[in-house]
């Protein structure tokens, strides 16, 4: 079993910036591949980011690229999301999962997730 907790989430100004970290632990933590995702009320979940086991892979979807930066310390089991020019729509619960495999960008394939952590940014 796998637990992830996240944090860093909170209030900020449209432009602000935020880090969030997502920790894991279990005894069966591995080499898993990492994702974040959101969700605002009234709507579907949706990808945000991923990053693979080692750290060199990443992939991120269109509404973020070039604002957000996932980073992970294997050592720590700890993954890291830097959220840069954030804006009103980037409003969303945001979850971290966890898969036993190459990252996704689907939700389906994650098998872990934590509670998530509230972000709100005010215009």
């Known amino acids: 079993q796998v637990t992830l907790v996240e944090s860093g989430g909170g209030l900020v100004q449209a432009g602000g910036s935020l880090r969030l970290s997502c920790t894991a632990s279990g005894r069966t933590w591995g080499r898993y591949g990492m994702g974040w995702f959101r969700q605002a009320p009234g709507k579907e979940r949706e990808f945000v980011g991923s990053?693979?086991?080692?750290?060199?892979?990443?992939y991120y979807a269109d509404s973020v690229k070039g604002r957000f930066t996932m980073s992970r310390d294997n050592a720590r089991n700890t993954v890291n999301l830097q959220m840069n020019s954030l804006k009103p729509e980037d409003t969303a619960l945001y979850y971290c999962?966890?898969?036993?495999?190459?990252?996704?960008?689907?939700?389906?394939?994650?098998?872990?997730w934590g509670q998530g952590t509230q972000v709100t940014v005010s215009s």
């Open positions: 990053i693979s086991w080692s750290g060199s892979n990443t």
């Open positions: 999962a966890a898969r036993e495999s190459s990252i996704s960008s689907y939700a389906g394939d994650y098998a872990y």
